[in-house]
Every structure is written in structure tokens, then in C-alpha cells.
């Protein structure tokens, strides 16, 4: 069983920046993917980042260039930094947890979920 706890959200001003933190429990947190997602009032759950057990990345492409996901298995964690923020970035980010280690978009490859943060950007 793995447990995922995310922390960092808040409010913050468009053109701003976040660092998301989350959490995992579990011996082998090296060998998951690890993945953002977010979801926004009213709309279905997006991806938006993914690293790979090796440390291979993939980005949404609203996302790309503006967010970075990295992760510490030291810490048994993972981080998305979120620079240039913007009011359509306004969601609940999820993190979650893949036991296939490959990157991937699809929320069907993550077995565990955060319970989420809330991350407003007000124009």
C-alpha cells in the first residue's frame, strides 16, 4: 500500500510562482512513476506531469515549459515546481503513483492517489 500526502498549494497572484511537495510512503517509492494531476470546478481530472522511475519527464503541453517535476527517492518524494502561473491553473493538484515506472498520461496507470491541494492564481 502506498500513501501519497500533498502539500505547497495556496493562493497566489498570476504570473507567480508554487512548489508542490507529496509525500509517499512505501520500501520501493524508486521504482513507481510518479504523476500530477489536476482538476478544475466543473471539469474532468488532467494530466499534467509524469516522471519515470529513471527520472524521464513528460509534460502536459499547457504545462511544458512553465512546470517542472522532479523527485527525491532519498525523501520518497516528488515536487512540481509551478513558475508563470497562471488563472487557468486554478485546480486541485493530485499526485499519484504508478507501479509501472514508465511515464504515462493515462489516470487508469496510477494505482494510488493523494487526497490533493488546492492552488488558486487570481488574475
Known amino acids: 500500500q502506498v500513501q501519497l500526502v500533498e502539500s505547497g498549494g495556496g493562493l497566489v497572484q498570476a504570473g507567480g510562482s508554487l512548489r508542490l511537495s507529496c509525500a509517499a510512503s512505501?520500501?520501493?517509492?524508486?521504482?513507481?512513476?510518479m504523476g500530477w494531476f489536476r482538476q478544475a470546478p466543473g471539469k474532468e481530472r488532467e494530466f499534467v506531469a509524469t516522471i519515470s522511475w529513471s527520472g524521464s519527464t513528460t509534460y502536459a503541453d499547457s504545462t511544458k515549459g512553465r512546470f517542472t517535476i522532479s523527485r527525491d527517492n532519498a525523501k520518497n518524494a516528488v515536487y512540481l515546481q509551478m513558475n508563470t502561473l497562471k488563472p487557468e491553473d486554478t485546480a486541485v493538484y493530485y499526485c499519484?503513483?504508478?507501479?509501472?515506472?514508465?511515464?504515462?498520461?493515462?489516470?487508469?496507470?496510477?494505482?494510488?492517489w493523494g487526497q490533493g491541494t488546492q492552488v488558486t492564481v487570481s488574475s
Open positions: 512505501g520500501r520501493t517509492f524508486g521504482s513507481y512513476a
Open positions: 499519484a503513483a504508478s507501479l509501472y515506472g514508465r511515464v504515462s498520461r493515462l489516470e487508469e496507470e496510477y494505482a494510488y
